[in-house]
């Protein structure tokens, strides 16, 4: 239901596990095991949580900047900070490059590093981060 916000958050240098089963149940139960707060856009779902007491966030949004704006009223920095591969979740390793920075993925072998695809990352995050700042100005 998230996997697009999982995988900017990774880009974040978030640990973001993808679920392993779909079942609520199952869900509830790898966050409990794992020590996970469940992030999700169902109302039922967070509310079991709730009652189970597990960690859960409810995400109101469909929009991928308004989603990452709910996620940084909840302390997430929003500045890019790859150390998590978006695709899989391992540790990514910094290799030697002669233009920018590049990490890859000793898992699934993904390569990521500074392009232009990295500015219009950053022009996003930039975005967001004066929109909350505005907004909170705005209503001390």
């Not at 856009?41 to 960690?55: E, N, P, S, T, V």
């Not at 409810?58 to 709910?70: A, T, V, W």
């Not at 500015?119 to 929109?131: D, G």
């Amino acid at each position: 239901m998230l996997m697009r916000l999982g995988r900017w958050l990774r880009l974040l240098g978030l640990d973001v596990a993808n679920p392993k089963e779909s079942s609520d149940c199952e869900l509830m139960r790898q966050a409990r095991d794992e020590s996970r707060t469940i992030i999700t856009r169902d109302k039922r779902l967070f509310w079991a949580c709730l009652g189970a007491g597990i960690k859960c966030v409810l995400i109101r949004s469909s929009k991928i900047s308004d989603q990452l704006m709910e996620m940084s009223t909840m302390g997430v920095v929003l500045q890019l900070d790859p150390k998590r591969c978006t695709l899989c979740n391992s540790l990514l390793l910094e290799v030697a490059s002669n233009s920018s920075r590049m990490w890859q993925c000793p898992a699934c072998k993904k390569l990521y590093w500074q392009g232009g695809h990295w500015e219009k990352m950053e022009r996003m995050l930039e975005s967001i981060r004066s929109c909350k700042e505005r907004d909170a100005t705005q209503y001390s």
